[in-house]
């Protein structure tokens, strides 16, 4: 008799597109933000205190996949510790949103940014990484990741959180060189964190592009889609990697390029009609509805099961949200969701 793969070997085996039971399942950054140990555990704890904090983000990590099974858990940090790393600080506002110390006005502002030392400033990170690869063993795969570095420039540029990104959007017109530079920047400190990670014991690596929507279509590529390629490059195979590109509706062409293993598929979109437009060496992740994760149970199940369903016998088939988990999402409907996907045949 064969023994079981485990939950790690099944999620990497989806990342390769190679055959591996069930859909492996793990739930988007931010995946423990509605259990109450988590509120517990935050109490009397700013955010960034958590993200700083090693056994903190390993424990803020461990949460959701103790209480729900998951296949891999995604280690607890922020797309913006590069933007702190490099001299740009930033907070989460108790109202929602982030809020940078300043803005990038100038290319004064832009010189001041140091991304070749970020590792004296965010070591935690990977700290945190050796934390949880003791407590999973070889049970459980771990997810690092990263923000794109548009993703993060937008952040940077417009002095924290905006919907539409105008101002750093204006900048790519007015000030090209300077949002080039900025942009080698971040690539640059991203692939020295991302190696840090995968050094420590990070199986996976994703890469968040949630703003990459905000870009017209023709600036794309060269915006965004050029540098990701630029980190999966640097990453060299080590590991598979994954490409989060939020409303790129109209580039996934351009996101194919990146060279990304596992392209992540947001729910405003047809999921198995963009797992056939794609390669058939890509593995696609996605895409149930966030909003699903407040509705009752039984609705959350039958959601996740229309899914399974419209995806069978796709072996690079990992499930997910189409986005984050929302803060207040019910722990039943989550339990549902896992519990349907784990027992999928």
């Known amino acids: 008799m064969t023994n079981p793969i485990t939950c790690r070997e099944r999620f990497l085996r989806a990342c390769r597109c190679e055959p591996n039971g069930r859909p492996p399942i793990w739930m988007m950054r931010q995946a423990g933000r509605s259990l109450p140990e988590y509120r517990k555990l935050k109490e009397g704890y700013r955010f960034t205190e958590l993200v700083q904090d090693p056994a903190l983000a390993a424990e803020v990590t461990l949460q959701p996949v103790r209480r729900f099974g ?88 417009e002095g924290g959180s905006s919907r539409e990104n105008t101002r750093s959007r204006a900048m790519l017109y007015s000030e090209p060189a300077l949002c080039q530079n900025l942009l080698e920047k971040i690539t640059e400190a991203t692939i020295v964190y991302l190696k840090a990670q995968i050094e420590a014991g990070a199986d996976v690596i994703q890469v968040f592009d949630s703003q990459g929507g905000t870009l017209a279509p023709h600036l794309f590529w060269e915006v965004s889609g050029k540098w990701m390629r630029q980190i999966i490059d640097a990453i060299d195979g080590a590991v598979p990697t994954i490409v989060f590109a939020r409303n790129v509706h109209h580039n996934w062409d351009e996101v194919a390029r990146t060279g990304a293993n596992v392209q992540g598929i947001d729910w405003s979109i047809d999921l198995r009609k963009t797992a056939d437009r794609l390669p058939a060496n890509v593995a696609v992740q996605g895409n149930l509805d966030p909003a699903v994760l407040n509705a009752k149970p039984e609705a959350a199940a039958a959601e996740t099961r229309r899914l399974l369903e419209e995806m069978r016998g796709r072996d690079g088939f990992i499930f997910n949200l189409g986005h984050g988990v929302p803060p207040d999402a019910s722990i039943e409907a989550i339990q549902a969701v896992a519990e349907t996907v784990q027992g999928h045949q």
Not at 82 to 90: C, F
Not at 91 to 106: I, P
Not at 119 to 148: C, Q
């Open 70 to 157: 998951y296949d891999a858990g995604v280690i607890f940090s922020d797309i913006l510790v590069i933007a702190e790393a490099m001299g740009q600080k930033y907070e989460l506002l108790d109202q929602g949103g982030v809020r940078m110390d300043f803005e990038l006005n100038s290319k004064a502002d832009v010189d001041k940014l140091d991304p070749n030392h970020v590792m004296d400033h965010i070591g935690y990170t990977p700290e945190a990484i050796k934390l949880v690869r003791k407590e999973f063993g070889n049970d459980h795969a771990i997810i690092g990741f990263a923000g794109s570095p548009w993703t993060v420039a937008s952040f940077m540029i």
